[in-house]
């Protein structure tokens, strides 16, 4: 046992209903297929982290107007067909940010050890520099640093709900907040490599070119960019 858990934030690739902000630049049906690639291949990569448990953490879909579908039963329906085992799914009902990141950590926590948790759109992200902090610092608060401000990765022992409560999630100054409060907490904190995740067209453009130079990296992603 490896006294760690893993778990990752998604939401199911349904055309139109997953990275919205992709649309302005491309069909609804193309990014579906394109944040299941990089679904898979987040989890496919943090598969090399030996773990105890590996969980699909997945925001609720809201049921399309008029019908009276179960939100969890569909979203997990949807997830099912890109989560391989050994990885289960829990649905979340909240949607609010900082709520589904506290109860992810808190269910990840359950019984002890750590919990590491992922974003699922940074696919091409490197898991040696992840292995390395969680081996050689076993109380450290592991963060890994977006470059527009957010974060791909968190790691820790115990939950501290002030690091997320009220902060400017999906804003540049999420990470610098989250700094300070590390710092108002005394944490011990160990920064990963800064590394980028996909949510606008020019994110798009740029795993493109870091894929046709290293398919390695994230490869169901990559051919999914060459065929999609």
Known sequence: MSGLRIGVLARAPIGGRCKPALLAAHEPKW????????????????Q???????VVFAEA?????????DAKASTADVLARHVPAPWRIVVQEASDPA???EAA?????????RAL?????????????????????ADAFVLGPSDDGGFYAVATR?????????????TPALLEMMRVRCNELALNVRELPTWYDVDRPSDVLRLLDELRRHPERAPRTAQFLVSG
């Not at 297929?33 to 496919?44: A, I, K, N, P, Q």
């Not at 879909?61 to 579908?69: D, H, N, R, V």
């Not at 992922?118 to 081996?135: F, G, I, K, R, Y």
């Not at 115990?158 to 999906?170: Q, V």
């Open 105 to 113: 950590l808190a269910s990840l926590l359950e019984g002890g050890g």
């Open 158 to 170: 115990t939950l501290e709900p002030r690091l997320f409560r009220g902060a400017p999630f999906g």
């Open 61 to 69: 879909l809201e049921p399309e107007p008029g019908t009276k579908a």
């Open 99 to 101: 709520a589904r990141v």
């Open 31 to 46: 990014i579906a297929g394109l944040y299941g690639s990089m679904l898979r291949d987040t989890l496919d990569g943090l």
């Open 48 to 54: 090399s982290l030996e773990a105890d448990d590996y």
């Open 117 to 137: 948790l992922s974003v699922s759109d940074a696919p091409s992200c490197p898991t040696e520099p992840l292995a390395e902090a969680l081996a050689e610092d």
